[in-house]
């Protein structure tokens, strides 16, 4: 499908939401914007300017660095959203993250945007969590309520690791999860093996040894003799049997870092989406977490398209992607403002 008449459905698509209300109008021109790289500023053209500025926010007396953006004007006081930035080095000042931020601004929300410092050099830690329950601390003492979560790629870990913390989980409406993971075992197969796997779904694709080096070097103290048989290993066969020779302290740690464990404590909604193509996280990662959340009786809806990832639009999704697209994300964009939200499953 061409360019031109891909993004033209999704005009047609938002006609009806501009009769239905502003929340299902602005879900629609969201997405022809973002999905067009700004090329169609839909959203842009009819909205006030943003504004960027510090959100005061701190955790152990540590000032913990947040961007906040707001429109210019607003006639009611936005709801909250803690925007979780994937591996980006320039941590809340990465380009491509300023400008979404300026985008869910617009679309009606006070965006926090933190630097979690262990997705700026792929070094992650439980600890990078303090980061997003800070933010989501400052939004509610700013406010901005109720507050909202959404995290791209790498940054689902400490999203979800935040929003399960017990201080804040009553705080938080909803989580949205776009390209994010559940098990750092199986993220490590991806990343050293190109292999994935889930319930009967699996495949293998070319490996990123730059994006390996990386890894090395960022978590230097982890690679032991059997930390290095690990990190060398490309076969997806014995990873298994590596995880498991690893020292107790790294095997608790890397339980410690997956989501999957600990949405248990998980009381907003949780919504994921997924590019089937996704170079970086397979989209299984997704399919692993609601299998997750459905055992720990969460609420979750997942949406699996095309790939999202730096393509021309013809080749991200179709036509019933977009709809899927679309719908998804209206749905987390209501709950998120459902103040009674996250109390459910509690």
């Not at 429109?71 to 959203?81: H, I, N």
């Not at 690791?161 to 017990?166: G, T, V, W, Y």
């Not at 949205?176 to 098990?183: D, I, R, T």
């Not at 021309?312 to 103040?339: M, Q």
């Amino acid at each position: 499908m061409s360019r031109s008449l891909w993004l033209g459905l999704a005009l047609v698509l938002s006609l009806p939401a501009l009769v239905s209300g502003w929340t299902l109008a602005s879900s629609a021109l969201f997405l022809v914007e973002f999905l067009s790289e700004g090329r169609w500023r839909a959203l842009s053209a009819i909205t006030p300017e943003v504004s960027v500025r510090t959100l005061p926010a701190s955790a152990g007396g540590h000032v913990i660095p947040v961007d906040l953006y707001t429109r210019v004007s607003s006639f009611s006081r936005p709801r909250g959203l803690v925007l979780v930035h994937g591996l980006a080095q320039r941590g809340k000042d990465d380009p491509r993250l300023r400008e979404a931020a300026a985008l869910l601004a617009r679309g009606g929300w006070a965006v926090a945007v933190p630097t979690v410092e262990g997705l700026t050099v792929l070094r992650l830690r439980p600890d990078d969590a303090v980061a997003v329950t800070a933010a989501v601390r400052g939004l509610e003492h700013a406010g901005y309520r109720p507050v909202a979560i959404l995290a791209v790629s790498l940054g689902a870990g400490p999203a979800l690791l935040a929003a399960a913390d017990p201080s804040v989980a009553a705080s938080v409406s909803a989580v949205l999860a776009l390209g994010g993971y559940a098990s750092v075992v199986e993220l490590l197969r991806y990343t050293l093996t190109g292999a994935y796997r889930f319930d009967g779904i699996g495949g293998r694709r070319p490996l990123n040894e730059p994006a390996i080096a990386q890894f090395a070097r960022a978590n230097a103290e982890l690679v032991d003799a059997a930390g290095r048989r690990l990190v060398d290993n490309r076969d997806p066969q014995v990873l298994d049997r590596l995880v498991a020779e690893l020292p107790p302290d790294a095997r608790q740690l890397l339980a410690a870092l997956s989501p999957e464990n600990h949405l248990g404590r998980l009381r907003a909604p949780l919504f994921l989406i997924h590019g089937r193509d996704d170079p970086a996280v397979p989209f299984t990662e997704s399919l692993r977490l609601e299998r997750a959340a459905r055992a720990a009786g969460r609420q979750v809806r997942t949406v699996i398209v095309g790939s999202l990832a730096h393509v021309e639009p013809e080749h991200r999704a179709g036509p019933f992607d977009l709809v899927k697209l679309w719908a998804g994300f209206y749905a987390f964009r209501v709950e998120s403002a459902n103040l009674t939200s996250a109390g459910r499953g509690s």
